[in-house]
């Protein structure tokens, strides 16, 4: 294509755990998910604050352009992708950051724009947890090398199905993230979600009874 | 100097007055504290072609600053991934009350960092000198013909495609193609494929290039991610059709490649290049309206067009012998064949002339060199990825809106597309959409005829593909 294309095709030493045991099937889905979402808060972490200054910046165009979706027109969507633009542009810091946080509020404006996000109360958050999918996607899931053979032997399929299953543990996490991002106005303090297969002990229990 | 109150950039760039027999440059890498010198120049002379009498001095400062971008994209490691290039460009100029505008001088560092992800800064100071001597000479009589279309000319498929259409779809009109660049085979190459195809359409073509050289450069590395590469010759094509009376720069590009989307979302921003991108033409178009104070258009007819559909003329009048002289790769090499077969501008190539049903007769390293040390499937791979996102995308509905609803939950930029330029397309927004979607289905539909004869090449080629363990470490 014109000027040559720069193709990622190579996991970052990061995320080679994560990769490793989706690969090797003995972890549960569950540790995979963990394993994934520790490497990806460290990797959120690494990338700093910039994505929850804009994200905020995003969000601050969002509602002063729209006050009620019913009412919003088309050219309202097309001011607001420029003005996405313009508040990105503006910012200091990492290309890549800046075009993954754009990439994350031009998500957020297509979601409203054919009604499949419909609040405007929490966008600052909608916007970086779109965000923190984009690094997770860029990073981890549309980075593994397309190869037939994966370590331990695996195919593209049964990794590909794999991390379907690890989908729903991921995007509990960065809801997690995104809550902490957005209340601690920083990426310094992520909590990971809570195990999910752990449960609580209860002192009470009658070990004994049958 | 300034030194001391630039040192928030990173690079500043002086630039001497850019004369004749060239100009000077020096750099001064902030963050290294180093500074170097380098000549860059520019051959105009061919300008002496116009049908314009007089040289307008702006626009010898439209192709100042082509010359000034060019030099400094390819002198500059620009970092996509990392901290963010900032670049300050210090340029004489005859015009320097229009270019240091405001208005001005924000379209073009947005068009800059757009273009080439990297802050630039421009400050341009009167220029005291004459001016090249292309420029002080005034005609008394137009020097060439009148011409009906201006349009870039790079050597490559689309170029001739593009052209080659043009050419049979418009059976009275004349074309003045233009070509630039620093780099002696790609001249040769422009020269050879007009030669080929001027005895079929006597009178109907001419041929303008205009070369920008560097000397004492041996020392300094060049920017191999050269982004702006499209934006110079867009902005000197520029000058050739206003000094050819022409209000609108055509180029021609398959819209596959124009719009150029990422194969996998692991592709960000400038990984795929913007040269040529809609909003890029949108943007230069604009820029160039200021700084000559009226409306100025780059227009790109094969927008909704495949690269095959663009090679079905040549099919149909059976030019097999063109296609060849033609250049699409993006890493050639220095002995032959030196095209690599294995890029993706390669395989798009070999999948437009395999869909076209054109014999490509066109020497590859893969499948005719030998195998090359790198993973030849990479590009490839990358794009049938992305065709079966188009498919699974485009396979969503039958009707168009939720098609469209589809494709941008994908890819979002795709509505700035429409939304930014459906005017200009002379489109209503579902009209266009219309063409887009047509466009990816076209393509998809193309490629499910054709990969086995694609991928067939790479197979012939390939042994045993390495375990993925062995290359997939990468720090960055």
């Keep these: 294509m014109p000027d040559g294309d720069i193709v990622h095709s190579r996991l970052k030493r990061l995320y080679q755990k994560p990769y490793k045991w989706l690969c090797e099937g003995i972890a549960t889905s569950d540790e995979c998910a963990r394993a994934v979402l520790e490497k990806l808060k460290q990797d959120i972490k690494a990338k700093g604050d910039l994505s929850i200054v804009l994200a905020q910046a995003l969000a601050a165009s969002v509602t002063q352009i729209i006050s009620n979706l019913e009412e919003v027109r088309e050219s309202d969507f097309a001011k607001l992708s420029v003005e996405f633009d313009n508040l990105v542009r503006q910012a200091d810091g990492s290309p890549y950051v800046k075009e993954l946080i754009l990439r994350a509020g031009k998500g957020y404006l297509n979601d409203l724009r054919n009604g499949r996000e419909v609040d405007i109360t929490h966008t600052s958050e909608a916007i970086w947890r779109r965000y923190a999918h984009e690094v997770y996607e860029a990073e981890f899931k549309e980075r593994i090398p397309l190869t037939p053979k994966h370590h331990a032997g695996i195919t593209q399929e049964i990794l590909e199905k794999r991390i379907e299953a690890i989908q729903p543990s991921i995007d509990f996490g960065i809801q997690k993230f995104a809550q902490n991002a957005i209340r601690n106005q920083s990426v310094a303090r992520l909590s990971m979600p809570r195990r999910s297969s752990q449960e609580a002990i209860d002192l009470n229990e009658d070990l004994l009874a049958g | ?476």
Aim: glycine letters at 6%; proline letters at 5%.
């Design chain 2, 1 to 476: 100097m300034e030194r001391q109150s630039r040192q928030g950039c990173e690079f500043t760039l002086l630039f001497e007055p850019i004369m004749s027999d060239g100009g000077n440059i020096r750099i001064y890498d902030h963050s290294r504290n180093r500074e170097s010198n380098v000549r860059i120049s520019i051959d105009d002379s061919e300008f002496r072609c116009r049908t314009q009498t007089r040289f307008p001095s702006i626009i010898a400062d439209l192709i100042d600053l082509a010359v000034a971008i060019h030099a400094t994209d390819r002198l500059i490691f620009q970092s996509l991934r990392q901290r963010q290039t900032q670049i300050h460009v210090v340029l004489p100029v005859r015009h320097p009350e229009i270019l240091n505008k405001s208005s001005f001088q924000e379209k073009l560092s947005s068009l800059l960092e757009y273009t080439t992800g990297s802050r630039w800064e421009f400050e341009f100071s009167k220029s005291v000198d004459l001016g090249r001597a292309v420029e002080l000479q005034l005609l008394l009589i137009p020097t060439a013909p009148q011409v009906d279309e201006v349009a870039l000319w790079s050597g490559g498929l689309d170029a001739l495609a593009g052209l080659y259409t043009r050419l049979k779809e418009n059976r009275e009109i004349s074309f003045k193609l233009f070509g630039t660049g620093s780099n002696d085979n790609v001249y040769a190459r422009q020269e050879q494929v007009f030669q080929a195809l001027r005895p079929s359409f006597l009178g109907r073509l001419s041929l303008c290039r205009v070369p920008i050289r560097f000397s004492e450069s041996n020392l300094h590395v060049k920017n191999k991610i050269s982004r702006a590469r499209g934006v110079v010759f867009i902005l000197l094509g520029a000058a050739c059709a206003y000094l050819m009376g022409q209000k609108v720069l055509r180029l021609y590009e398959n819209g596959i490649g124009a719009i150029n989307l990422p194969y996998r979302k692991s592709a960000t921003g400038l990984d795929h290049s913007r040269s040529v991108h809609p909003l890029t033409l949108l943007r230069v178009g604009d820029l160039i309206s200021e700084l000559i104070g009226e409306e100025f258009k780059v227009q790109n007819p094969f927008l909704f067009w495949t690269k095959a559909e663009m090679c079905q003329q040549l099919s149909e009048d059976a030019r097999h012998a063109l296609p060849p002289l033609t250049k699409s790769c993006d890493s050639p090499h220095r002995k032959q064949p030196s095209q690599c077969g294995y890029c993706s501008s390669c395989i798009l190539r070999k999948q437009a002339l395999a869909a076209s049903r054109l014999r490509d007769q066109t020497k590859y390293i893969v499948p005719h060199g030998t195998r090359p040390a790198s993973d030849i499937m990479l590009h490839l791979q990358h794009m049938l990825v992305q065709i079966s996102t188009f498919k699974g995308l485009l396979n969503y509905s039958e009707d168009a809106v939720s098609q469209w609803e589809s494709l941008t939950r994908r890819f979002p930029e795709l509505d700035d597309i429409v939304d930014r330029t459906y005017e200009v397309e002379g489109l209503t927004p579902p009209e266009m959409r219309k063409n887009l979607i047509r466009l990816y289905q076209t393509y998809v539909f193309e490629w499910d005829a054709v990969e086995p004869q694609i991928s067939g090449d790479f197979l012939s080629q390939v042994i045993d593909q390495p375990e993925s363990q062995n290359f997939q470490i990468a720090i960055q």
